[in-house]
Structures are given as C-alpha cells and as structure tokens.
C-alpha cells in the first residue's frame, strides 16, 4: 500500500487517499480513541444506507480496523468526482439539472426510508432542540441573552410539532458531504448520529448552504439561480415528505446556525454565523 494526498474534512477525522494495486481507496481515521465510537457508527450508517439500494449511492466500505494506537479507521472505494460545493460552483445547467433530479428524487421518498441510525438519546425533536440551545448558549460563544431568549420563546413551534418517533436522517446532510461523480452519479458520505434521528434533520442541514449561504463561508461562488432552483426543489419536498416542518423551519434553521458557532474559526465567519441566527429568529413570527 501507497500513502497519498489527505482529503480536508471538517469533524477532525482525517481522511487519505491510499494507492492499493493500482486502485485508489479512502482511508478515513479518527482523530483519538474517544472519537472511535462515532466513526464506527458512522461506517455502520453508511453500510445501513448502502443496503436500501435506493438511486443515491455511498462509497463501499472496503475494509476497516484498528492501529497500533488504537486509532479506529475504515476504507472505502475512492469516488472521482466533485463535492456538492465545487460541483455547483462549476457545474453547467445540464448536469445541475440531473443533480437536482437525483435530490428531488431521494428528498421526495424521505419520509419513507427507515431508521439508520442508533436509538437517539432524547425523546423528541424538541427535546434534543431545548438541550442545545442550553448547551451552546453555557459556552459564551456568542449567543447573548436576548437572542438564546428568542429562540426559546421559538422553539414552542417545535414543541407543537409532537414529533417523537425517528426516521431516516443522513445526519450531517450538506452540500460538502455529497459528491457527483463523472457520470453524474450522486454519492452520500459523511453520515453521523442525530440527536434525534428524523427526516426533518436532513431538511434543516442542507437549509445552511440552501437558505443560509454556508458555502460563502467556505470561499464558494455558487449560481443564485443554481441555489434558487434548489430552494424550490426543497420546498416542494417538503410539502409532500415533511409538511409538519414548514411553520417551525425558520426557528430550526436559527437554531441550526448556533450548533456552528462553538466551532467558528474568525470573528467574520462569527458574524456571518450571528447574523443567519438573528434573520432566521427574526422570521419567525
Ligand atoms: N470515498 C470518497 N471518495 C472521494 N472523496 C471523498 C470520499 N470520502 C470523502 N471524500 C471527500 O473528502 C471530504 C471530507 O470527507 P468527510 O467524510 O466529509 O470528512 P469530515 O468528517 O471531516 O467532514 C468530503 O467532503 C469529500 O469531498
Ligand atoms: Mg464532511
């Protein structure tokens, strides 16, 4: 075996693309012991995906194990392709097209995918939603009183939606965490563990690029007409896969943007993060 290029990705996790007779493979590896359980959870998510053997695929799983550091990893078949992010940024209207129609395709029957994720650690949405905002507002990260106020008062949206039984959810659904491959073939990676796992998880995640203009963030250029469309493809979506989501959308995407702020690298990308917060607060009536 060859060592290569290292992947970037965000969770600490380190990812490297590794030479074996000639094919390309992805090594994905924890970043300490502590984290080992959640990555072995993760590889478990994608093989749990992979089995529905719905139109979007996953990297297959090749192989997985443990250093001599105790260091978890496992290793999947590279994937040529773009991330969502980059392949918007240069996509043309063609292959948008046969991407939207491949997300249109999957984010239609969401609601009725099962549960692939481990047996959530709280009893509701709500319930996850309330412990959050508790516990990025202890961190002193930037949420003042008066807004983590707001938001509470917002929440009660999310209380009336009764939503206790899990579903699918992909857990960490972004545009980073997709990737288009050379046929226009649509890949999931990435999955992680909810807090409470439903589809409306799914639908307030990939509202950050969507509604909430992340991917400026991350020194993207995307199309407005590109991030439009797919706002409507998202709405209609919803209506038909989740319309319990619409009246509580605009207070879980608020409260969406205060799980990033514990992890925001400047005070410019605080301020983008402050801002989406208080827009999305604020639309809530
Ligand atoms: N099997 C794969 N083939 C090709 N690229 C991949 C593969 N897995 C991940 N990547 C790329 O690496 C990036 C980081 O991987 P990801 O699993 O999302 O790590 P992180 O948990 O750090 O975000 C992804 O956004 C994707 O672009
Ligand atoms: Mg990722």
Not at 132 to 148: C, F, M, P, T, Y
Not at 151 to 157: K, T
Not at 216 to 241: C, H, N, P
């Amino acid at each position: 075996m060859m060592h290569h290029t290292q992947l970037s990705g965000l969770s600490g996790a380190t990812l490297q693309i590794i030479s074996d007779c000639g094919h390309a493979i992805v090594r994905k590896k924890s970043s300490s012991e502590q984290g080992n359980p959640r990555l072995h959870r993760q590889m478990e998510k994608q093989q749990a995906f992979s089995r529905l053997d719905g139109p979007i695929k996953t990297p297959e799983i090749l192989n997985a194990g443990t250093t001599s550091e105790g260091i978890f990893y496992f290793d999947m078949k590279f994937v040529y392709g773009l991330d969502g992010h980059r392949f918007l940024e240069q996509g043309g209207p063609a292959e948008m097209r046969a991407f939207a129609a491949k997300l249109t395709d999957h984010l239609y029957r969401i609601d009725t995918l099962p549960c692939i994720g481990k047996t959530s650690a709280y009893a509701s949405i709500y319930d996850s939603c309330i412990y959050k905002l508790i516990e990025v507002h202890r961190q002193n990260v930037g949420l003042s009183d008066e807004l983590a106020g707001k938001i509470l008062g917002g929440l009660e949206r999310v209380r009336q939606m009764n939503i206790d039984t899990q579903g699918f959810c992909h857990g960490d659904f972004t545009l980073e965490n997709m990737i288009i491959d050379s046929k226009g073939d649509l890949f999931f990676v990435d999955f992680l563990d909810s807090a409470f796992e439903h589809p409306i998880q799914d639908f307030i995640k990939l509202s950050q690029d969507i509604h909430g203009g992340w991917f400026q963030t991350r020194g993207r250029r995307i199309s407005a007409s590109y991030i439009s469309y797919l706002e409507r493809i998202m709405d209609f979506a919803v209506e038909k896969a989740a319309p319990e989501y619409a009246p509580a959308r605009f207070i879980l995407q608020s409260l969406n943007f205060c799980r990033i702020l514990p992890y925001v690298r400047d005070e410019i990308q605080r301020k983008f993060v402050i801002d989406r917060i208080t827009q999305f607060v604020n639309q809530t009536s």
